[in-house]
């Protein structure tokens, strides 16, 4: 999401490598390190770690620049609303992560915006048309492919990821209602604030100590991935068209088929590339369509 308070620049190129750095590297680094932990340490004690983490690097970032004016906001409750769908959110997939591959995991995540179409007419008064309501039917017949419901594949995990991305999906069109009255910043503090206050109450009950070196440099990771990799994709967003920018976010299904591969020799099989294949191309075509309904409203009177 861009800053409004600051102009976007026309680097198109230099977008996409940061989004790229994102997708390909940052975010599947951070899942694969939540998947690992986790089995080890329990979902409570892998959501601290990494609220914490995170937390310190955006404050090493702005704090310098902007003071504690990053946690002015105009509308506390729907800050920490918005905020706690994105805590349920990652909680609910850092269990799934425990049960289910890597790649099936993320695949399934891309369920969140077809969700955000679903959702944009109830929660924010949008008209949502025929072509985009096709594009999201073709995207769940993708998800339920990949899940294949009464199959001998299907676990009860992958509907905690529709859970974790239907969350999200409500996290991110309240993100389009909050942006009219707090800058990113403010809202990205909030965002991780939230997730480290509710899992710091839970982790005393569930604390388990860092068996080796190993181990909290991986809790260390998380922090690091989570925190550069949220930087990375706003600047990627500032420097070049959501339009262009967004198909990129995609690339977490190549960080994802290799990590699970080399990390849990975990490989998809054929009906999960087709369903991925269903969902990214829907995925596609309603990121498109949005960039041409917003070219029209733009060049009309």
């Given at each position: 999401?861009?800053?409004?308070?600051?102009?976007a620049l026309?680097?198109?190129?230099?977008a996409?490598?940061?989004?790229?750095?994102t997708?390909?590297?940052?975010?599947p680094c951070?899942?694969t390190?939540?998947?690992h932990?986790?089995i080890?340490?329990g979902?409570?004690?892998v959501?601290?770690?990494r609220?914490?983490g995170?937390?310190?690097?955006?404050l090493?970032?702005?704090?310098?620049?902007?003071?504690l004016?990053?946690?002015?906001?105009?509308?506390?409750?729907w800050q920490l609303?918005r905020?706690?769908l994105?805590?349920?959110s990652?909680g609910?997939?850092?269990?799934?992560l425990?049960?289910?591959?890597?790649?099936?995991?993320?695949?399934?995540a891309?369920?969140?915006?077809?969700?955000?179409?679903?959702?944009?007419?109830?929660?924010?008064g949008?008209?949502?048309?025929?072509?985009r309501?096709?594009a999201?039917?073709?995207?769940?017949?993708g998800?339920?492919?990949?899940?294949?419901?009464?199959?001998?594949v299907?676990h009860?995990?992958?509907f905690?990821?529709?859970?974790s991305?239907?969350?999200y999906?409500?996290?991110q069109l309240?993100?389009?209602?909050?942006a009219?009255?707090?800058?990113?910043?403010?809202?990205?503090?909030?965002?991780?604030?939230?997730?480290?206050?509710?899992s710091?109450?839970?982790?005393?009950?569930?604390?388990?100590?860092?068996?080796n070196?190993v181990?909290?440099?991986?809790?260390?990771s998380?922090?690091?991935?989570g925190?550069?990799g949220?930087?990375?994709?706003?600047?990627?967003?500032?420097?070049g068209?959501?339009?262009?920018?967004?198909?990129?976010?995609?690339g977490?299904?190549i960080?994802?088929?290799?990590l699970?591969?080399?990390?849990?020799a975990?490989?998809?099989?054929l009906?999960?590339?087709?369903?991925?294949?269903l969902?990214?191309?829907?995925?596609?075509?309603?990121?498109r369509?949005?960039?041409?309904?917003?070219k029209r409203?733009?060049?009309?009177p």
């Open positions: 999401m861009v800053d409004p308070l600051r102009p026309n680097r198109p190129l230099v996409i490598l940061f989004m790229c750095a997708t390909i590297v940052m975010f951070l899942n390190a939540m998947k932990l986790a080890e340490y979902v409570v004690e959501v601290f770690m609220s914490a995170h937390l310190v690097v955006m090493a970032m702005l704090l310098p620049g902007h003071g004016a990053i946690f002015r906001t105009r509308r506390l409750g609303g905020s706690s994105q805590c349920a990652t609910f997939y850092t269990v799934a425990t049960f289910i591959p890597l790649t099936t995991a993320t695949t399934v891309f369920t969140a915006p077809l969700l955000v179409v679903a959702l944009s007419g109830p929660m924010l949008e008209k949502v048309g025929p072509r309501w096709a999201v039917m073709v995207g769940f017949i998800a339920i492919v990949i899940i294949r419901p009464g199959g001998e299907m009860w995990a992958d905690l990821v529709i859970g991305a239907l969350c999906a409500a996290y309240l993100t389009r209602r909050i009219l009255y707090d800058s990113p910043r403010t809202t990205g503090i909030y965002t991780i604030t939230v997730s480290l206050v509710a710091a109450i839970a982790v005393p009950f569930f604390w388990t100590p860092p068996h070196l181990d909290w440099g991986l809790f260390a998380m922090g690091v991935a925190g550069i949220h930087y990375f994709m706003v600047k990627a967003y500032q420097l068209q959501a339009s262009i920018v967004g198909p990129f976010d995609y977490q299904l960080g994802a088929t290799f699970g591969y080399l990390v849990f975990e490989f998809p099989d009906w999960t590339w087709i369903g991925a294949a969902l990214v191309g829907s995925g596609l075509y309603i990121a369509r949005e960039a041409v309904l917003m409203r733009a060049l009309a």
